[in-house]
């Protein structure tokens, strides 16, 4: 019997995640990408799994299942990775509430717990003692690279379930069972366009009508202060909790929000919240702003990344900075308060898009639901 073909247009997360959830379900998978590599916003993060960054409910259920996915794969691949989780430190009585609040809504849903001042720090010993109230520790962050772990997915597909990539392959046109490139014609029973805002290219109509934008964000990676230094736990702020709809379940974060409202409008404006993550080598990824329009300045401001970094020092003892590299990545966001775009233009056509900046969190969940058929397309 002639095994059921699928297409996925685009190999960043997204594309990857559906790759997968089709071949381990015995469909034949080509993947198309126009670059010869990945190179967009799914190279362009932390490379972290953020649970944290979820509410409870579905979004979270999936956030499960993508980390025994990527654990699968991290492991299969002996890609460097560490389930190290992440501490949210507050250095304000109001933030302390809210972390004291979180951990007791979730003591059956998360594996997360309080812990004090001096816990924080046995923690992480970078992190500065002035103001230290404490933290909430959770273990469900996984780190790792995402520069070496979205590079080598592809080759792990092609050698464990037989995907196959045609890298510098744009495609130009998409009707049922069709992905034209040029004059190349790739056929299959299902097409996945999985390949960011570059949708608008193939259905511009479709993404001029869908409350959809883009959103730049700026990060930077520093040197490791010396080889011995480990900072633990992935880091948050004050600032992640008010950016977070994970904390939206806490009605105290609100006070939160009105403080920074006064003493930090400048961040909030730039969409600056903290988060520091550490990786194999001991470098540092610090970041990161958010701005959001349809077309970006394709220019990196300094000022951004000196805002973030004071903003850092405030937080952690970390006295030699030295920066190895600046970045910024542009990534799809849904304006309406949605978690993902999925639409059928076109019979055996999905457009799975909009993920924002949780792909890493949320796309291999969701690449299972819609397989499998558990996803509900919104009307």
């Known amino acids: 019997m002639k095994k059921e073909s699928a297409i996925v247009i685009g190999a960043g997360i997204v594309g990857l995640a559906m790759a997968r959830a089709l071949a381990v379900r015995g469909y034949q998978v080509t993947v198309l990408e126009r670059h010869e590599r990945a190179v967009g916003a799914s190279v362009r993060n932390f490379g ?11 979004l979270y259920e999936r956030a499960q299942q993508s980390r025994s996915i990527w654990l ?5 691949m002996k890609v460097w990775h560490d389930p190290c989780g992440s501490l949210h430190v507050a250095r304000g009585r109001d933030e302390m509430l809210v972390l004291e609040r979180f951990a007791e809504i979730n003591k059956d849903v998360r594996p997360c717990r309080v812990v004090d001042a001096d816990a924080a720090r046995e923690m992480m010993p970078a992190l500065r003692p002035e103001s230290l109230q404490g933290g909430l520790f959770s273990s469900d962050e996984l780190l790792f690279d995402p520069r070496e772990a979205i590079r080598a997915i592809p080759a792990y597909l092609e050698e464990m379930h037989g995907v196959r990539f045609h890298w510098q392959t744009a495609v130009n046109l998409v009707e049922s069972g069709v992905a034209h490139a040029g004059q190349r014609r790739f056929q299959a029973d ?13 259905y511009p109509e479709l993404f001029a009508a869908a409350p959809i934008t883009r959103c730049k964000l700026q990060m930077m990676r520093l040197a490791p202060p010396s080889s011995r230094f480990r900072l633990g736990p992935a880091l948050a702020s004050g600032l992640s909790m008010v950016h977070y709809a994970g904390f939206s379940m806490v009605p105290e974060v609100a006070e939160v929000r009105r403080r920074y409202e006064r003493e930090h409008a400048d ?11 550490q990786n194999g080598r001991g470098e540092i990824s610090v970041g990161d702003s958010h701005a959001y329009a349809h077309t ?4 990196d401001e ?5 805002k973030i970094l004071d903003y850092m020092r405030n937080v952690l003892d970390l006295p030699e900075l030295r920066t190895l590299q600046t970045w910024h990545g542009v990534y799809a966001k849904l304006t309406d308060g949605g978690t993902e775009l999925v639409r059928n233009p076109a019979p055996g056509v999905t ?8 792909g890493m969190t949320l796309s291999f969940g969701l690449a299972e639901e819609l397989v499998d058929d558990r996803y509900r397309l919104a009307a």
Do not use: K
């Open 48 to 58: 972290s799994l953020w649970p944290m960054g979820v509410p409870n409910g579905p």
């Open 267 to 277: 961040l909030l404006a730039l969409g600056i919240h903290l988060l520091v993550m």
């Open 351 to 358: 457009i799975v898009n909009g993920i924002g900046g949780l």
């Open 296 to 299: 970006h300045e394709p220019f």
């Open 302 to 306: 300094q000022a951004i990344n000196t």
């Open 72 to 76: 699968s794969l991290l492991r299969g």
């Open 190 to 202: 299902r097409i996945y366009i999985c390949g960011g805002p570059d949708f608008e290219w193939l």
